[in-house]
């Protein structure tokens, strides 16, 4: 009999979307494969789904799932602008930078930036734009967007999420959340869910699934029901309805049922505080940013960085100046980060 051997995995830093799948979200996928179930979310894993949801971020919300987290931001982002308006967000920002345009091309609406601090942006920051308000000649600002946490891993507080909604709002603008890891950012808090969304007047939250645990699957959320009057023809539109969706909806009650995503979330920040911590501890590597949550950036000879991604995954974050990405993940072992630092410490050296 012959056999065949399987490829070693490659071991990987570069982020929390390229690991498995956590092994209590498997069991409920497997669970809700038994026979047949209504279609379209009228199913009971979608209603108790929802149900776990209004636990977590409160009664009055209206959620909806999808697969992906492009068409979360994107489709919460269309329920805020027409096309002759705009979105405010850091330069930085994940709709930016890393949603090929997706934004602007399926809302019409286009992007205002402005240069972030470590990922993080104010009210004054977008102030200036306040300045084409009624102007017929330009865009004019609808929303303004903001990562939690953000692409740097960086944590916005309660009164800084506050204070945005305070500028948005009291320019007739709204508040939308990129919470693709914003279990992340509560970890690192010790908030609720709730007290970093709903409570500091978020209009609209893109709640991530697959950077934590799950196989595929995002949540839209609307604080403001208004906003929702049109996104199931505009979710079947944009091609998000999913019939079978017990498979997304089963994932998310296992999750959010005994706090499996606030214990995915810590374990990750707790990896990435370790590694931190050593990598620092290795002559010639230098922290580039506040390690807060997940996420640690670094400099290091370029050589030594080429050399280590031969047996480890990450990415070259920047080129100039030079730095590189390292992410830990909720099924990231210390063994895994002391390794890693290992041939780190033997790379540079």
């Known amino acids: 009999m012959t056999t065949t051997t399987q ?49 977590e971020f409160g009664q009055e919300i209206v959620p909806f799932f ?18 002759h308006q705009a979105v ?19 809302t019409g609406g286009k992007l205002l930036t402005v240069p972030s601090r470590d990922g993080k942006v104010a009210p004054e920051d977008f102030r200036r734009f306040l300045r084409d308000l009624g102007n017929q000649h330009h865009s004019q600002p609808a929303a ?10 960086t944590i916005y507080t309660p009164d800084e999420i ?3 909604a305070d500028f948005a709002h009291g320019n007739g603008l709204y508040l939308h959340m990129d919470g693709a890891r914003l279990a992340n950012a509560c970890a690192a808090l010790g908030c609720s869910l709730r007290e970093i969304t709903a409570d500091c007047g978020v209009d609209a939250l893109s709640f991530g699934g697959t950077k934590n645990g799950l196989m595929f699957g995002e949540a839209v959320i609307f604080f403001r029901p208004e906003l929702a009057r049109h996104f199931p023809w505009e979710r079947k539109q944009a091609m998000q309805l999913y019939s079978k969706m017990r498979f997304i909806a089963a994932q998310f ?8 995503w606030l214990r995915n979330a810590a374990h990750a920040n707790r ?12 002559p010639g590597v230098r922290l580039t940013r506040p390690v807060a949550t997940n996420h640690v950036f670094a400099t290091l000879p370029r050589e030594a960085a080429e050399r280590l991604m031969r047996d480890w995954h990450f990415y070259l974050w920047r080129d100039e ?11 990231t072992e210390e063994a895994d980060v002391l390794a890693f630092c290992a041939d780190l410490a033997r790379a540079v050296g």
Not at 144 to 151: A, G, K, L, N
Not at 253 to 260: K, R
Not at 271 to 282: I, Q, T
């Open 66 to 83: 999808v697969f992906l987290g492009t068409a979360a931001n994107v489709l919460s982002l269309s329920s805020m602008l027409r096309p």
């Open 162 to 164: 506050r204070a945005l």
């Open 271 to 282: 990896m990435a505080a370790l590694l931190a911590e050593k990598a620092a501890a290795v």
């Open 7 to 55: 490829p070693k995995p490659p071991r990987s830093f570069a982020s929390d979307n390229v690991t498995g799948v956590h092994p209590r979200i498997m069991q409920a996928m497997a669970e809700a494969n038994r026979g047949a179930a209504r279609p379209y979310g009228e199913d009971p894993w979608t209603a108790r789904a929802d149900e776990l949801l209004r636990r």
């Open 88 to 106: 405010l967000c850091a330069d930085c920002a994940h709709i930016c930078v890393d949603e090929c345009g997706a934004p602007e091309r399926f």
């Open 321 to 331: 100046p030079f730095e590189v990405r390292w992410m830990a993940a909720f099924d």
């Open 144 to 153: 303004v967007s903001i990562t939690q946490c953000t692409e740097y891993g």
């Open 253 to 260: 009650a296992a999750i959010l049922e005994d706090g499996l």
